[in-house]
């Protein structure tokens, strides 16, 4: 597994928390920025980190700004991509279980880092449960197909 990470610089203090915990527990990550609190524009560096996740080169991705919100729409503005805002360890695990969420968004203005924390943990650990929720994942598929043909 490999997770590509992104911020802007309202997300930068909480991704780097993020990418210390996932470095501390041999998880590879790729960090595609910023580098800074200095301000920036978040749909350069969620593009770039999603990029990477629609190309394979990473599994997952884990993106922080303000509120979670702006990264979010950036994300599932790719098909293949199912990116959740999630503000607590149930909606990690719901959009994990349910959702088959490939793409986790936080907010850095209104997580403490230990919450934050928790919700990657558990978002990591919590996998695709299918069943009854696959045949709902293949109406979201059909609805990309139609809307993202060229």
Known sequence: ?????????????????????????????????????EKTDYVDFARKAVEALVAGTCTK????????????????KFPGVYAAVCCDAYMAEMSRLHNNANC???GGRILPEDEALLI???????????????????????????????
């Open 1 to 37: 597994m490999k997770i590509a990470l992104a911020s802007d610089h309202a997300g930068y203090a909480l991704k780097t928390a993020v990418k210390a915990y996932l470095v501390d527990r041999g998880i590879a990550v790729e960090d595609f920025g910023t580098d800074s609190e």
């Open 61 to 76: 991705a884990i993106l922080c700004c303000g509120s979670g919100l702006g990264m979010s729409i950036v994300a599932n």
């Open 104 to 106: 986790l968004t936080m």
């Open 120 to 150: 990657v943990e558990t978002w990591l650990k919590t996998d695709f449960e299918a069943g009854r929720h696959q045949c709902r994942l293949e109406k979201i598929e059909e609805i990309e197909r139609r809307n993202f043909q060229s």
